[in-house]
């Protein structure tokens, strides 16, 4: 593929290099990345990528961009709320360049359309936020031979590293298993620095960049690890597990299984319901409706302090959930108490611990102080 004289222009930075060179943005040009999530990482990823003269980026996200996106996932803008992310991310990326391809997937990404949108592609950068979508995308890779550039972020930590079937471990060889649902926080039950992103969603492109033109080492069995607080950058090696179920030497698993079934996640209500898992819920509405009434009961905020001051149920009790287990004696088993968190789930937890120690009489809010702001005070800010 060869340059026209307004791309010799604009990489020309690139083609004085001898690692790029003509042949290697020639490389660029022909090459076909896919861009799982346009958020936190998929943006800094696709505006680089874009610049850089990638000659084919699709984007697979099904999300809308929301207010809250806007702190990190920075090729959206604020006139950009409510539009779909890819339709966002493309106008922006053809801003940038309009020499590149865009190539939009408004959809989520499952076992069922996986292999139709992958087929076109050599390389996936991954930037979603799950784990089932992990292990998806691996399987998906490891069956299809094609490198996939992985990174992860929360707080003030990210990591990022190759998976190339053929040349180095997958994602199963580094973790054979999912986390039990809801043991680790997502960003947005636990938050994220706007900048981390950037750091991590740059180095998958920077990874994408060396394996298109081939040169330097991959992060191929090699995870970085970033604390944006301490400000380091280590590095932990990884092998190929000859057991792994996927990629290892008698895989047992050969095609797309059930991901969220894998990752413990429950598909709708009839599953929601089954024996012991049954939490009782009230409706911010009802909530509302029993404080009108001045019916007698306890509320319990079991999100953290930080949460707390940004906004509040009046009469609230806060106790954080890692705190309820040696403050439970605070609570008397003979009040109504209802539970509240930021969406729900941490609630649900408290819910079930405190059913377990006894407490017969409690209820969880169901969605969360969220649902709160939206269906009964607006003037409660949402985060
Ligand atoms: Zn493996």
């Known amino acids: 593929m060869s340059l026209s004289q307004d791309e010799i222009l604009r990489y020309s930075r690139h083609l004085i290099m001898p690692e790029v060179g003509v042949e290697g943005q020639e490389k660029l040009k022909a090459a076909k ?10 943006s800094p990823a696709a505006l680089y990528l874009a610049a850089a003269g990638i000659g084919t980026i699709g984007l697979v996200d099904f999300d809308r961009v929301d207010f809250s996106n806007l702190q990190r996932q920075i090729i959206h803008s604020t006139k950009s709320v409510g539009r779909p992310k890819v339709e966002s991310a493309k106008e922006r990326l053809a801003e940038i360049n309009p020499n590149v391809k865009v190539v939009t997937y408004d959809e989520m990404l499952t076992k069922d359309n996986i292999m139709r949108i992958l087929k076109d592609y050599d390389i ?42 053929g040349r180095g471990p997958c994602y199963r060889c580094l973790f054979a298993e999912p986390p039990p649902p809801g043991m680790v926080p997502s960003c947005a039950e636990g938050g994220v620095l706007g900048i981390l992103p950037g750091v991590i969603g740059v180095i998958q492109a920077t990874e994408v960049v060396k394996l298109i033109i081939g040169k330097g080492e991959p992060l191929i069995g090699r995870l970085m690890l970033y604390d944006a607080l301490k400000m380091t950058l280590r590095e932990v090696k990884f092998r190929r597990n000859p057991k792994c179920p996927v990629c290892g030497d008698n895989p047992s698993i050969k095609e797309l299984i059930d991901y ?14 089954n024996g012991a898992k049954m939490i009782p819920e009230i409706s911010a509405k009802e909530l509302k409706a029993m404080m009108d009434k001045k019916e007698k009961f306890i509320l319990v905020d079991v999100r953290e302090p930080n949460e707390f001051q940004i906004n509040r149920i009046p009469g609230a009790k806060l106790i954080p959930l890692g705190n309820i287990p040696e403050r439970v004696h605070e ?39 969220d649902a709160w702001s939206q269906d009964v005070d607006p003037s409660c800010p949402r985060y």
């Open 33 to 42: 990345v896919l861009l799982i999530g346009s958020g936190g990482l998929g």
């Open 331 to 369: 609570l008397d088993s003979a009040d109504n108490i209802v539970v509240n968190c930021h969406f729900g789930g941490r609630s649900a937890k408290a819910v079930e611990f405190l059913q377990k120690m006894g407490f017969k009489k409690v209820k969880n809010l169901a969605g969360g102080i």
């Open 260 to 273: 969220d079934a894998f990752c413990g996640l429950a598909r709708g209500q009839e599953e929601k319901s």
């Open 124 to 165: 996936l950068l991954d930037g979603t936020d799950n784990f089932q979508t992990r292990y998806l995308v691996n399987d998906a890779c490891v069956f299809t031979k094609k490198p996939f550039v992985y990174g992860s972020i929360f707080r003030f930590d990210g990591q990022a590293t190759v998976f190339y079937p």
